[in-house]
């Protein structure tokens, strides 16, 4: 057999037969769904009265729309409480297994699946969100699909597709102390745009993605999807292993399932459509200053010159950013004062997210005026993180201590940002209006966000006068 | 499905590049359960200003680009989140095909699932049409078939579709209905997998 790639051995595996004109007939092993983006395909299934085809591959849970604070029972939001009463509706009616409000497994659907165990090695895995990428950290292939996808899964367990290309992207050497892998996909994208692996299924390898926790490996794979990639992956090894181990849905066999994980690897000599290789030595601290995730640059750097742009729409495109975002060209990055501070979202609200802003925090009170709040990932990532007294150093410091849920990463409940308000996020986009109209959000890593809730600015972490 | 054999339209300028799906169509707007509806809310946030409004400054309020229902705009159109409903609002507020130098994937794959066609065309050929569009009322044909775009004054350019994507637009394809024949070859799979 020739040298193939780790997204080819998972295609293959999951085919299940050549579809019409060139596309093929892909087998699902894992369906999450949310309340967001499910209604109008079970909605289908009924009127074309069809069946969930796999029950038993279809999870459900609760996120994007709820409260994180008071009683998550009570949604005064009309059209929010309808979609979650259509969810709880549909999964009872479909026998679809839910993770609702007051369950503990209840969060992100993207922290919930790892943590259950759900997310395993080799799956070909859906979700009716882009973010659905983040589950590629396991060696799996996993992608966002449209409300219509989410439809076809549902009855058929099947998506027709075409296969996508393949960029690898090889980090050698490690990473500075204070560097983490928020930075690194950060720095990917203001190198290759936004775009820059449209149509692509990115891998990432080399030493410092090896020497990565997979909750460092999940938070740079959910961000593929911001340079465009339809997925992206990093193989399987120890560290993925010993993650799922006696997880609740991790195999019961566990011998046979890690030797077959074990050959789910790109063979030496496999051929990739794209490869890119970063000194991942060189990779400083990084923050958003536009509105799409690759417009960031070092902390150290400046706002950039719209006048020195490459051509005309680039210089648009810079000048309509600074505008929205109230920047002038060539301020230190580090003078921007923020509003709000916001650490969660599916990019970085799990348990070592928390740790990492913890320890900046601990001792010191957020400064002035500014509102902060920590929405864990998940309700088990609340819970261990309220074991070890995580929630006690937030509150001291000044920060809201929350319940999970996708929360100010999109607004879509009570959580959002006033219109010019300046918000250092961990979540993953810097869009427009995406955290409440009018709001400017700058991405970061949790302990760069913590540490601009003390300052009031930002600031280069590998600066920072801890005190434990 | 709705499929998409041959349209003339008007054509509808917006000269940004990277226009994401929050700005297509913005998350309050996503709360619904029904998938019509949607085109009041298209660009809600640019076509209006704070107290409702519509603003002067965005091309879809210009009275030259009434009844527009072909979109031209910049490069990665539709990227970021997954949400269908931006191919729903953009339908319902009546286009028919996006016409740019590229689209995100789950962006395009869901425009196919609704019979909104999108167009990849050389930078260049945008820059034209770019500029005749925003000078003066510009009508397009965009055939599906030839798979070719033109005007009644002879410009031609040529644009390719994936073949599976083409045949479900020119059909209008129920495409679960298409994989449920292949019922027998997925139970043979989960068997053979034992999943
Ligand atoms: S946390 Fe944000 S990016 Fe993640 S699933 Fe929720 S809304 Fe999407």
Redesign the pocket.
Known sequence: MPARTLFEKIWDNHTVCAGPEGSTILYIDLHLVHEVTSPQAFEGLRIAERKVRRTDRTFATL??NIPTIGNRMVIDDPLARGQVEALRHNCREFGVPLFDLEAPEQG???VIGPELGLTQPGATIVCG?S?TSTHGAFGALAFGIGTSEVEHVLATQCLVLKKAKTMLVNFTGQLSPGVTSKDVILALIAQIGTDGATGHVIEYSGEAIRALSMEARMTICNMSIEAGARAGMIAADQITFNYLRGRRYAPKAWGEAEAHWKTLHSDPGAKFDTTIEIDATRIAPFVTWGTNPGMAAPVTGVVPDPDRAANESERNGIRRALEYMDLRPGMRLEEIPVDRVFIG??TNARLEDLRAAAQVIKGYKISKGIQAMVVPGSQQVKRAAEQEGLHTIFRDAGFEWREAG?SM??GMNADRLQPGERCAST??RNFEGRQGAGGRTHLMSPAMAAAAAVSGHFVDIRKWQYKT | MQSFTVHTGLVAPLERENVDTDQIIPKQFLKRTERTGYGECLFFDWRFDAAGRPNPAFPLNALQYTGASILLTGKNFGCGSSREHAVWALRDYGFRAVIAPSFADIFSSNCVKNGLLTVALKPEEINTLMARASADRLNLKVDLEKCEVSTADGFTAKFTVEPFRRMCLLEGMDEIGMTLKHDAEISAYERRQRV
């Open positions: 996120d994007h992100i659907v993207h969100d973010h979202s599916c996708c990463c999109l979540s993953n």
